[in-house]
């Protein structure tokens, strides 16, 4: 499974989050055993532990990574790239919590987060095969990029979401790290 696109050229990389959430996986399935919640029912809880695994995940791979370039994590809501949570809850069912979990990320932390319907190993394929199709992606990409205004994002929408859904770990220290983070790279 391929991490991440590089493109030193116009300054930013695209990063599969299929294995940034094959990272994830392990500790919630974890967790999810713990409280006795492998049942296949997706309830509060579950979608609690969701939200926190997959904000935990993704903040500390965009806090560890050491690069200079911007970041956007792409996500296709039809490549689940053989996750082992599959085995517990129905993927129609998973994939829509996913989906839920992705789009409040979006509005709510200074995460780039590009959306498509394009599979990353398709567009992995489509860039070596250097077809206009992956070009046309990427012009969408760094548009998109362009488009988002990191300085939108405040802690009281987080301070908020925060405690409606018990993520305690994301406080106001961490959330400006990772603001901190973004903005700096330009």
Request: charged share 25%.
């Amino acid at each position: 499974m391929v991490e991440k696109l590089e493109f030193k050229q116009y300054n930013f990389k695209i990063l599969n989050f299929c294995f940034i959430f094959k990272n994830i996986e392990k500790d919630l399935i974890n967790d999810l055993h713990n409280f006795n919640l492998l049942n296949g029912k997706i309830n509060s809880s579950v979608k609690k532990l969701f939200f926190h695994h997959t904000i935990l995940g993704l903040c500390e791979y965009l806090l560890n990574d050491k690069s200079r370039e911007k970041n956007v994590v792409y996500f296709n809501s039809d490549q689940t790239g053989n996750w082992q949570i599959l085995k517990y809850y129905e993927e129609e069912k998973f994939i829509e919590l996913l989906s839920n979990i992705i789009s409040k990320i979006k509005k709510l932390l200074p995460i780039k987060i590009f959306t498509s319907n394009i599979s990353f190993e398709f567009l992995t394929y489509l860039l070596q095969k250097n077809d206009g199709r992956s070009e046309e992606l990427i012009v969408k990409i760094r548009s998109f990029i362009n488009s988002v205004n990191l300085e939108r994002y405040t802690f009281s929408k987080i301070l908020t979401f925060t405690k409606e859904n018990d993520l305690v770990f994301l406080n106001k220290q961490y959330f400006n790290r990772l603001k901190a983070k973004q903005l700096i790279i330009v």
